[in-house]
Each structure stands twice: as structure tokens, then as C-alpha cells.
């Protein structure tokens, strides 16, 4: 058995101080995404749980480079951050691809089209596509959104293994909101299993009040479900019957047209 060597030993911490510090940088990173007001250091420190010299250093190290600005005493986020966001998205050719078919889809309807992808507990918006009409929830590429409670959310649950969607659905911070908002883990199971047979979801005002949505799986060449592409309505324009029945064909034939684009990789 070798025995490792000094240099070796040394080495192990500081490898994970790195790591370490990475995770507590993209924390602040976090916080302060959620704060476009800008915060002051001492508010850092406590939000995240660090030193004030601790979350100096976090934000100084976000400033150097252009990733946050100061201002007096408050330190806020870029746009530069915004364009290390669209380079990401213009290098996803299958979302460059996948866009002009879900613009097609918003014109048909009538109504905002967006795809998602699963991080964590969460959704986060990769394609938004607004409607014609006006939605009190503000979304935009970037969004995170509770998966437990939004159409695109349960249908990636569903695309999950049992196992972690097991995981995932027990580590979920559930709570209500609004009066419809499913917060029963046993019943949020099973309309997860329901979304996983019958390959589509519908979310009747559990996210906010007055929000239909209906979402489908988008599946990698090996069916695998990468990600889920929906639609949203007004709940006093559209019957969760009529998404049924005229919206799931279109979302569904759309989703196909996206799939083939797997097979082509």
C-alpha cells in the first residue's frame, strides 16, 4: 500500500478549502441575484452566514472582475452576468433550435410558451416565449420556480428515476401557495406518477392564483427527459378541459418537432 507523501497530504486540505470557497462564493452570488437593490456588507454577512470580513472578501472578489458593482456602502450584481448567461444559452444549439418551434406555438395559442430545465428542488427557465396577454407572475430566462408546484416541474419529476425523484421530492421545501397549492407528499406523489403515464401536466392555480399551465417532457435520443417545454393561460380565459383539448395537441406536436432534433446529433 503506497503511503501518501507530504506534499500530498498538505495538498488534500487545500483542495477542499477551494472547493469550499467556491460553494460560498456562488452562495453570495445567489443572495445577491435575489437582491437587485444591492445589499450592504453587514446584511451579506448575516444572509449568508459569514464573517463581515469573510463576505468582504466574497463580494470584492465578485467586484475585481465586473460581476458586481459598489456603490457607497451597497454592493449589487452587473449586467456582465447577463451576457455570461446568453453565451450559455446561444451554446445550447437545441435551445437555438428549439425557440423558433415554441414561438410557433405561443402564435397558435395566443398564449406565453417557455421551456425549463430541473436544478435541485427547482426549475430554472431556459426559453420564454411571452403571450399576448398579460400574466401577473413576472418570468424570464433565469427564473427559478419550486418544481413541486409548476406543470414543468412535476412532468421532470416524473422523467426521474423513482429512487431520486423520491430524494428530490422529500428534500423539496413545500408549502402553499395558494389555497389550490397540492402540500399533501403523498399526494404530490402520485400526481407526479400520473404525470409520468399520461406524459403531460396540468397546474390548476397552484403556483398563483388565477395561473393555468399545462407542460410536456422534452426526451433525449436515448429517452431520457432532459428538460419540459409548457404553456400558460389565464384561468378565467381558458378551462383546464380546453388545455386538454386544444392546447396539449399543439404542445405535443411541438415537442416532437424538438425530440427529432436529438436524432439527428
Known sequence: ???????????????????????????????LAARPDGMTLSEMAEAAGLTRAGARRFLLALVAPGYANQSGRRFSLSPKLI?????????????????????????????????????????????RIPGRHILSVSLQVGT???????????????????????????????????????????????????????????????????????????????GKVVAAINVSTQAGRVSVEEMRRDFLPVLRRAAQRIEDYFAVQ
Open 144 to 222: 427559478h420556480l419550486p418544481a413541486f408546484c409548476t406543470s414543468m416541474g412535476r412532468v421532470l419529476l416524473a422523467g426521474l428515476p423513482e429512487k431520486e425523484r423520491v430524494e428530490l421530492l422529500d428534500a423539496s421545501p413545500i408549502h402553499a401557495k395558494t389555497p389550490k397549492t397540492l402540500t399533501d407528499r403523498k399526494q404530490l406523489a402520485q400526481a407526479i406518477e400520473v404525470a409520468a403515464s399520461d406524459g403531460y401536466a396540468v397546474i390548476d392555480e397552484e403556483l398563483e392564483v388565477g395561473l393555468r399551465s399545462l407542460a410536456v417532457p422534452l426526451r433525449d435520443h436515448a
Open 83 to 127: 451576457g455570461v448567461a446568453r453565451s450559455w444559452l446561444s451554446g445550447r444549439s437545441l435551445w437555438s433550435f428549439a425557440e423558433p418551434i415554441m414561438r410557433e406555438v405561443s402564435a397558435t395559442l395566443n398564449e406565453s410558451c417557455s421551456a425549463a430545465v430541473l436544478s435541485g428542488t427547482d426549475i430554472v427557465y431556459v426559453v
Open 1 to 31: 500500500m503506497t503511503t501518501p507523501t507530504k506534499s500530498t497530504q498538505q495538498s488534500r486540505p487545500a483542495e477542499r478549502d477551494l472547493v469550499g470557497s467556491l460553494e460560498r462564493g456562488l452562495s453570495v452570488l445567489e443572495i
